[in-house]
């Protein structure tokens, strides 16, 4: 699959562009993996994995601890770094990191996370990074998985 | 890490020992890698998914179908191939790839799995075949993952 070949898998590690990508990987499912995948292609993968004082404050306390998430995600093919992000705002790591990318699902358009996405996107233009957005993969976020459990208990 | 370092690193792909690890992965989470990353340090490594079948005998429907499920277990390091694995008994699969080793977790010693245990080892044993046991990974099966959401929905 073209997008499983990097446009820069020739280029030595630290030169290939930053790609930043943040999640919470509570579980990790396939729309995740989707988004890593677009991501590799792009550069070296930065994965800013949600702490669970961060999620605990948009969907309570999280399944899976950050160090068992952490385990998992840095085991994907072509993620290179996990590094905690401590609030829903992006804000502290991009300007740590710099990415030339930031790699998320196309559903923060509207709603609780507009905010959030317009401070993603007015940071990356101070450096000429670029927002990329995938089509959201339906159904799997964590709390639609929550829900199929939740009607599997109450069936 | 020694565990993440092939012992059969500098052998051609084709050459190394086959390593066969049958699974759920509904969700994929740390207890898997655990098993995974013990696998790949022995060879290649084959992954018998189990089917949306095969789950429904005994723990109900999935929460993930099988094409989701493969789509993540694919994607991690180490893994050289996904198959089926149809049956709760793995008898088809070894029979298939007589592989060198199956790794499972410690926790299927006694109770429902025990017979699947024994007739894993007695298939091993007809090619010289071993069964590497990785100490279990507490909290984290499926069920427990579904007692977690469960006593978030009911408190």
């Given at each position: 699959m073209d997008s499983n070949v990097s446009e820069f898998a020739h280029v030595p590690s630290r030169e290939r562009p930053l790609v930043y990508v943040g999640m919470c990987?509570?579980?990790?499912?396939h729309g995740h993996i989707a988004l890593l995948v677009r991501a590799r292609a792009l550069g070296r993968v930065i994965v800013g994995l949600l702490t669970d004082e961060a999620i605990a404050i948009y969907?309570?306390?999280?399944?899976?601890s950050y160090a068992e998430r952490q385990t998992v995600v840095a085991?994907?093919?072509?993620?290179?770094t996990v590094v905690p992000q401590r609030t829903l705002s992006y804000r502290d790591n991009l300007l740590a990191f710099r990415p030339s990318f930031v790699v998320h699902g196309d559903d923060w358009r509207k709603g609780v996370q507009e905010a959030t996405r317009q401070e993603v996107i007015d940071l990356l233009t101070s450096w000429n990074g670029t927002l990329v957005e995938v089509p959201y993969t339906q159904g799997c976020s964590s709390r639609a998985l929550r829900a199929r459990i939740r009607s599997d208990v109450e069936r």
């Open positions: 990987c509570d579980p990790l499912h969907k309570g306390t999280p399944l899976l085991e994907i093919r072509g993620v290179d």
